[in-house]
């Protein structure tokens, strides 16, 4: 027989040993979930079977087409987190019952037609890299923040940096990053002591890092490419993003409009609607993420703020949320503004009336307005926000951070000034010119030849050549 056609007959009888199956795992919380399924779709696309495994809790809340979706468990499969209640013991039991089911669902695939060859992990959960080896497999990390804040957390875990980080350190060098204030730097870095679970999982990320395949982050080459550089050594990265449907970006595949994925009900077609009705660029978008809870006095701030200046507004604010808000302010605002408890905001961010975006500034949050060019006011709280908001103001110049007072509020007066500055005025002009200047970057690093693109592509290419040679080895 022709070798040929030999070759082309055992292809067809044994097609499963060159099947790409990647198993994609998040943390299951929506801003780890979005960017992770989004990536799931983004191998799906380029011809990789994607399989998505989220916690039972959250696996009813995925509708997103041409990848799979499997249960794996945390141990609290009725109400996730919020039935463990602490931070500490949800991550064992994640820990526990996760590595044991993920391992259950890569058994499962074994003997089909499309075994499992790679999981990709949310850098929150490492141990899915341990299942990963002990079933043979690949394994790769995926950082759901920025790369200045990798870097930083990087350096800590290997000793390279000293916490608590105190304003002596202050302005904080690292290799890549531009000179860190001390009001910039991560609030775990800063009070070590007032969330230790969420910081020890912080450091987490790396302490089996040096095991995995391929290591990506949600950021890409003209956004963050000094910063990457400056810690490949020890925290060589791929940057894939900005993982945000394709819709706002390359529109490469086809109907992805969302990154279907929603722990809450969206009322998009009703700011939909409301928006059609206002001017261009008038309308200030106001959102504060899935996590981030102001104080009553912060909300009543925010409130009189939006209420004197007299601008348009779509405000978010969760159930949790709403008896915070003064009981004055939706009856007197109606003419002006509109409050909902959960949106589609890309499809916000995405429409011509909107020409703000008052954010915690959020990776996620700050990715989705760069991308779509919005320009914003930011008003982080925690975490990493405080660093992304120095980016957006002073690196990126795509909008402006408002200052807190003594009591850590930002005033009225304050929310005035900044929704001015980024609305009206010469510097919003240059504002407005560099957001959408970023907005073309974003589109060109994850469209076809982008460099976002490119990571990718080596990634798909890399499991491919990793299972010719496989089949290479059955002759």
Sequence with gaps: MDYGVYHIMFEEEYSFITQRHVV???????????????????????????TLATTHYTVQSIC??????????????????????????????????????????????KNSSSPVNCVVYDAFLPWALDVAKHHGIYGAAFFTNSATVCSIFAHIHHGLLPLPLTPEVAPLTLPGLSPLNFRDLPTFLRFPDSYPAYLAMKLSQFSNLHEADWIFDNTFEDLEAKEARGVVEIW???????????????????????????????????????????????????????????????????AWGLKESNLHFLWVVRDSEQKKLPNWFIDSTKEKGMVITWCNQLEMLAHPAVGCFVTHCGWNSTLEGLSLGVPMVGVPKWTDQLTDAKFVEEIWEIGVRAKEDKEGVVRKEELQKCLKEVMEGERSKEIKKNANKWRESAIKAISEGGSSDECINEFVESLMASYNKNLNGHY
């Excluded at 994609?24 to 994607?50: C, D, E, M, T, W």
């Excluded at 009725?78 to 089911?101: H, I, M, P, R």
């Design 64 to 109: 997103a087409a041409h990848i799979g979706v499997e249960p794996i468990s945390d141990g609290f499969d009725q109400s996730g987190f919020s039935q463990a209640g602490n931070v500490e013991f949800y991550l064992k039991s994640f820990k526990e019952n996760g590595s044991k089911t993920l391992s259950q669902l890569i058994q499962k695939f």
């Design 24 to 50: 994609v795992l998040p943390y299951p919380s929506q801003g780890h979930i979005n960017p992770l399924l989004q990536f799931a779709k983004r191998l799906a696309s380029k011809g990789v079977k994607a």
């Design 236 to 302: 060589p990265a791929k940057l894939i993003g900005p993982m945000v449907p394709s819709a706002y970006l390359d529109e490469r595949i086809k109907g992805d409009r969302g990154y279907g994925s929603s722990l809450w009900k969206p009322l998009s077609e009703e700011c939909m609607e409301w928006l059609e009705t206002k001017p261009l660029k008038s309308v200030v978008y106001i959102s504060f993420g899935s996590m981030v809870s102001l104080t009553d006095e912060q909300m009543e701030e925010i």
